[in-house]
């Protein structure tokens, strides 16, 4: 009787019969190039769903189709509103398509993953203490601790009814589409290229505060800084979900302050 690693030996030295060879298998995952070209397909499908709401408002109300209509619908907060919400299904479904042909799982691309509570409180403590350090430093300074427009916006929005509808937007959708963009998509992709983690969370904290150009430079900063944090804590706990309700928290704490606790 001959043992199985004398019969791999003959098959090795039998021409007719080669020895059986693994092929690696091809990660399922887009490189940097890659994940940037899909990460902007993704960005401009956020950006439709946004505009396509305000030019649906539009022609409902059959105002002309210009610049000067689509300025004024979507300065107002109700339609803003249904502007951030919108990003939201046209972004899932532009990453679904990238992940589906790399025929690897949604969940697990994504880190879909529940945290535990030590990691969230964890994040948490971190996001607080940043927040409070920028606060800090914008009293200081002399400085709002809030865009002015994002505070004559949710304040009009109160007055007119709109709350609710921007807390959602601005606490469950925007986080929502931002997170699985950034900390979700590209943190995934690059992180696997030669970037690794560190130039992950860079990059990808640098493509989120770009997001955000309405702000000015000192706020930026403070949008920056938040992101390497969550881009870290994306990491650390190996979960978008963590990153999506720190998000969430985040701006939820701020929508709140400004419509109603603000003076």
């Not at 949710?154 to 709109?162: I, P, Q, T, V």
């Not at 990059?203 to 706020?219: A, K, P, R």
Request: charged share 10%; no cysteine.
């Amino acid at each position: 009787m001959s043992l199985p690693n004398e019969s791999l030996l003959m098959d090795s030295l039998n021409p007719d019969h080669p020895p059986l060879t693994m092929t690696p298998a091809t990660p399922r995952v887009w490189m940097f190039w890659s994940t940037a070209l899909w990460g902007l397909l993704i960005f401009l499908a956020m950006f439709v769903g946004q505009i396509g709401a305000i030019v649906l408002l539009v022609a409902q109300r059959g105002l002309p189709m210009d610049l000067a209509s689509l300025q004024v619908v979507g300065h107002e907060p109700q339609a803003l509103a249904l502007s951030v919400a919108m990003g939201l299904p046209s972004t899932l479904a532009v990453v679904w398509l990238a992940i589906r042909i790399k025929k690897a799982s949604f969940v697990d691309y994504l880190a879909l993953h529940w945290p535990s509570w030590k990691q969230l409180l964890f994040g948490a403590v971190g996001l607080v203490l940043i927040v409070l350090a920028w606060e800090t430093m914008s009293r200081a300074l002399g400085r709002e601790a809030t865009p002015g427009f994002m505070t004559d916006l949710l304040k009009s929005g109160r007055d007119k009814g709109a709350a609710m509808v921007l807390l959602f937007a601005f606490s469950v959708a925007a986080p929502m589409s931002e997170e699985v963009l950034a900390r979700g998509f590209l943190y995934r992709g690059w992180s696997a290229s030669f970037l690794r983690v560190p130039g992950a969370i860079i990059l990808s904290s640098l493509v989120w505060t770009i997001v955000h150009l309405q702000y000015d430079m000192y706020f930026l900063a403070e949008v920056f800084t938040i992101g390497l944090w969550f881009g870290y804590m994306r990491y650390r706990a190996n979960s978008l979900w963590l990153t999506v309700v720190l998000h969430a928290l985040n701006n939820l704490t701020a929508v709140v302050l400004t419509m109603w606790l603000a003076s």
